[in-house]
């Protein structure tokens, strides 16, 4: 395994969300023990601390179910420069939620750096819900349903959310874990070639089949990946600190498979670890999984891991 440069930088936002609690997800990852993790297997890594939002004032949407929608998009400008930079300094840079939202500004930030090497930018999406809501179609006006449609540069989002430098192709986005999906994230999915696996598909034909299909398509076009990895996708037996809890999410052994076949592919350039809501946690327990499951990401096997009693 080589060793990487990375970057770790928080973004303690919870105004994307319905219930108070993510903005102490990122210090709950370091608690957890994610730098000294990461440099035990390597990498040289650097805290850069926490984001500072911007002040914008953005005009009233017609949606009066959106709420917060200034201070959500101070944080994703501000995301989008530090994620820009920190992709043109670091190999991985990492982004620790705070809520869903932070891709408004994470995603487009590495991918105006993918664009600016001539290489094509794909997302891995594990998350148990699309996030593919616009302005116009969100009925809870929780900013971190809106990420997916935004960077795909769907309509809707002009005036409202900073201008894309790039946008990222439908067809370059995996989504895997999905089980939470509404009417309108039906219809927008239905119209776009984003590739979803919900958990049925993931029951009948095992997970690493279809992240085996999308890594060898990143790999024939010499492709740059991003992952943004929800609490959620985990089944909340597993890891019950999220508001979002759905039942019927990825087990244990099918999440580390996953980061183990992303490490194997050597193909990760970027990572969100999202709406850990530590308020929820048992003991840590959720965190202290997210920090394993980053460690599969970059280098841990299966026979390196402690075990744990929770």
Known sequence: MPSFTCSILGAPIQSGASQPGCL???????TAGLTQTLRELGHAVEDLGSVIPDVVTVPTH???NIHDLDFTIGWATALERAAYKAAQTYDIPIFLGGDHSIAIGSVPGITRHSNDLGQDQFVLWLDAHPDIHTLETTTSGNLHGTPVAYFTGMSGFDGYYPPLHCKVS???????????VDPAENAALAAHPII????????????????GSFLDRIKQANGRLHVSLDVDFLDPGIAPAV???VPGGATFREAHLVMEMLCDSGLVTSLDMVELNPFLDERGRTASLMVDLCA???????????????
């Open 24 to 30: 102490m997800g990122p210090d709950s990852f370091r």
């Open 62 to 64: 017609p949606n009066t």
């Open 170 to 180: 439908p067809e370059n986005i995996c989504m895997i874990g999905i089980r939470s």
């Open 196 to 211: 979803v696996h919900d958990m049925r598909s993931i029951d009948e034909t095992g997970i690493a089949t279809p992240l």
């Open 243 to 245: 508001g979002t809890t």
């Open 296 to 310: 599969s990401l970059l280098g841990r096997k299966v026979l390196d891991r402690p075990t744990r009693r929770f």
